[in-house]
């Protein structure tokens, strides 16, 4: 493995930011945008995840949870906070759900299009994002690039205005590429993250794969 390649399957190809024109922050990418909360089971889920943050208190959001043992301990040692948590993979989301506490809830959804069409404006706190894929081919990037200027427009619609946007990679190019994306952001203090290690920060600390983390706090509208 080599530096920019912390996963060790291009390590001939460092990590290159897209090349494609910048989207259009209004457009609601991914799993069928907007009207797929519309009908059925995906309307109920929507539903249950607004009535979940209508209730009193900061509420928190984590993207792409994975096995979702940073979401479960925050919630355990915040628990006047409410934490949601978005990841795509079902068989992730139905094996966390019965572990977490009431003021948990886990989603199967894709976060843009959620935080495109879903979410009220200014209800969250903090928005975490641990080592997001990079996406390393670039035939899929579109689809699939969670980072990107339409994606920073959606986040800063759902934070409050003093929220925070926290990121930790081990992709130091894709790092900077974001750190391009939230130029007209203001660095912020790191938001409370608890003690439990997300699973490929184990692996980074085991293996002495530096990490690199940023916290941003969106423009003034």
Known sequence: MTPGDPVGRLPHAPWKPPSHAPEDPDRIPAMNGSHLFRAG??????????????????????????????????????????????????????????????????????????????????????????????????????????????????????????????LATDVEPYFRWVETLVASWSPTVAPNLGTELSRRERVCKRDGIAVCRGTWQPPAP
């Open 41 to 166: 089971r995906y309307a109920a889920e929507a539903a249950e995840a607004l009535a979940f943050l209508a209730q009193p208190g900061e509420a928190t959001l984590e993207i792409g949870f994975d096995h979702g043992m940073c979401l479960a301990d925050r919630a355990r040692r915040w628990p006047d906070t409410l934490h949601l948590g978005l990841e795509i993979r079902e068989a992730r989301v139905n094996a966390l759900r019965p572990h977490l506490t009431p003021n948990a809830l886990a989603w199967r959804a894709d976060a843009r299009t959620v935080l495109g069409s879903v979410l009220p404006a200014g209800r969250l706190t903090t928005i975490y994002v641990f080592f997001p894929d990079p996406i390393w081919t670039e035939t899929n990037r579109d689809r699939r690039l969670l980072f990107s200027p339409a994606f920073v427009s959606l986040c800063a619609r759902a934070l409050k205005p003093d929220g925070a946007l926290y």
